[in-house]
């Protein structure tokens, strides 16, 4: 009796798909494209309604893919463009805006009105890194008890901060108390400047 052909099959000669699956493209391209007809756009192309063997044909010639973009218009939009270099930039902004969402967190820095020399220095040491990260940085100084009494202590430290830090931040506004809490936000000087030239 003959053995069943197993090839490229699984367990007990069923047809195993995860070896055979090709994995999805995120937009229909080219031949994935199901309507009849379509609106063509993209560089080097006449703007036009066109049917589908027509603008295959204008992307062909064009060396480019034919990728569905609005798949909703009446009639989908198809542009054509490279489909690699579409999909490569594309991921590229992705990981911008992901850089840019990490450049908002905050760090927080917490002294005490007694933070000696020694300590304040290793805090503005890490502190300067975080904000040449792109992190803003949240400096306070926490009173307790009657701690309170010396809140101009507490000011000196947070202002001698943002000096130490001129370089690397800027103070949004000047130290601010909150309960039992003064603080002060600094916010990182590389990301202002990024701004202004964007």
């Known amino acids: 009796m003959a053995l069943p052909f197993r090839g490229s099959s699984g367990p007990g000669g069923r ?5 055979n699956r090709q994995p999805e493209p995120e937009h229909r391209i080219n031949e994935r494209v199901r309507a009849l007809q379509v609106r063509l756009v993209g560089e080097n192309v006449t703007v036009g309604i066109y049917p589908i063997h027509e603008a295959l044909k204008i992307a062909q010639q064009l060396e480019l893919d034919l990728v569905e973009i609005s798949p909703n218009a009446d009639p989908p939009v198809c542009k054509a463009i490279d489909y690699k270099k579409f999909l490569y930039e594309k991921k590229r902004k992705e990981k911008e ?3 840019n969402a990490k450049q908002s967190e905050v760090k927080e820095v917490r002294f005490t009105p007694g933070t000696d020399d020694h300590d304040f220095d290793f805090k503005a040491k890490h502190a300067e890194k975080f904000l040449k990260e792109g992190n803003k940085v949240k ?4 009173f307790k008890g009657r701690a309170i009494m010396f809140k101009e202590r507490g000011e000196l430290v947070l202002l001698k901060f943002a000096e130490r830090l001129a370089d690397s931040g800027q103070p949004e506004s000047l130290p601010k108390l909150e309960g039992k809490r003064m603080f002060l936000m600094l ?4 990301a202002k400047k990024k701004k202004e030239s964007d």
């Open 15 to 19: 047809f195993n798909p995860r070896f």
């Open 139 to 142: 400096a306070y100084v926490q």
């Open 97 to 99: 805006m992901k850089a």
């Open 187 to 190: 916010t990182p000087k590389t």
